[in-house]
């Protein structure tokens, strides 16, 4: 079932000197429950794109279509952001609070628990190492229910070692609460670790030039035990050419 | 068994330290003191001009047992907390008000560079004429000269936040008054605190002038009635109470910055 239809979509930025297209033409569908990654070069525009979905730009012209009318989004940008002024728990409970929903504060604790970070509740974000923010960051963003997540490469600012923990918990995480996710990144293997479907684009102005599906037996792996597997490799070839093609 | 000796020795070291910086500031103090003493007792320097520690110390035991020392500093240390309060107050409201209009920070943007270039004491003469020769007079002097320079500096901290705090609020959909609460006002808390320890100093500026053009009470008031009779004990005296006063309100404002930004 398609989730998320974007059609056409074109944006401009507007300066004084000159006009910027960051994104051109784009067109593709999300479907319910799906994980979907965009891979490009820094400064194609993938970030605008999730600006756009999330509705804090609107496109210059084209359209995007949420298949239900109540959709809840959840944005991960690429660091934390948690506030350092705030526990942990005031933290997570933030979109609850911002969108009068403090009746559903229990999940804040669920997650907390769900994530082994309980006992963090009464701390502050500085007293947490970056993988543990991060993780709060995403219970953050889950604690209002988002229909659809926005993961602005969320793992880019981890050493190797948190990054691949991340990746395993967040798939794991994401499985169970079936969220729609579009993920954007510039690392190949992350993508295709993590994602059912991969789109690349190219550089400024960014376009989809492309988009692979990942085999089924790729999909049902942890992302770190889908680095292994065979199916993997070969993929990761196909987009390296691909990315290079593009390039130059 | 080492390593806790060689901790020891370093504590030692350290103590050690500590106490020869303050012997020598306490040595220099007293150095001073007891240059401006001979100096004056030898007429090198013109007592009716320098005074001496002496004549200002039994200056200040009379007029603390005869109790006309005491509504002066009473009176002057009110005008400059509540100088300090309100300009700080008033400074961090109307950059409150500059954040919440991009119109209206724009507009304000030439008034507020005249303004702070403007010698706040030029106009001394104006505020003494529209408030009359009394305490509001000084006190609007003392909020004067720190208002503007406060709103500048906490207005540039408000803009200075973070845009990606203020995205993950625009992302659950905040207020605009929701954001300056959660994150624009935390977020600038050390630097508001940092304005307060510059505004003690400008209060205390504001309201010796305030007080010279007054000239009915206050230390300022000492100072100018003292040098108008000649009287320079009286001014040394008024002097050195000012420096002590300002002193322990800095240390008191700086006191509070580190308990605020431990909770932080």
Redesign the interface.
Known sequence: MTYLEVKNVTHHFFKEQQVATALENVNFTVNSGEFVSFLGPSGCGKSTLLSLLAGLLKPTTGSINFAESDVEIGYMLQQDFLFPWKTIEDNVALGLKLLKREEDRSIVDELLEQFELAHTKKLYPPQLSGGMRQRIALARTLAVKPTLLLLDEPFSALDFRSKLSLENFVSDTLKQFSTTTILVTHDISEAIAMSDKVFIFSPRPGTIVKSFIIPQEVRELTPFEARNAPAFQVLFQEIWKELDSDEY | MNIEQLQQQYNEKRRREKRKIFSFQILLLVGLLLFWEVTTHFRILDPLIFSSPRAVGSLFITKITDGTLFPHIAITLFETVVGFILGTLLGTLLAISLWSSKTFANVMDPYLVVLNAMPKVAIGPMILVVFGPNMLAVLVMGVLISVIISTIVIFSAFQQV?E??I????????SKY?TFR??IL??S?PTIISTLKVNVGLSWVGVIVGEFLVSSSGLGYLIISGFQVFNFTLVFLALLIIIVLATIMYKGVELIERKVLEK?
């Open positions: 973070n990606n705090y995205k993950v609020m625009q992302l659950f959909r905040a929701e959660h994150v935390p977020a808390t932080q």
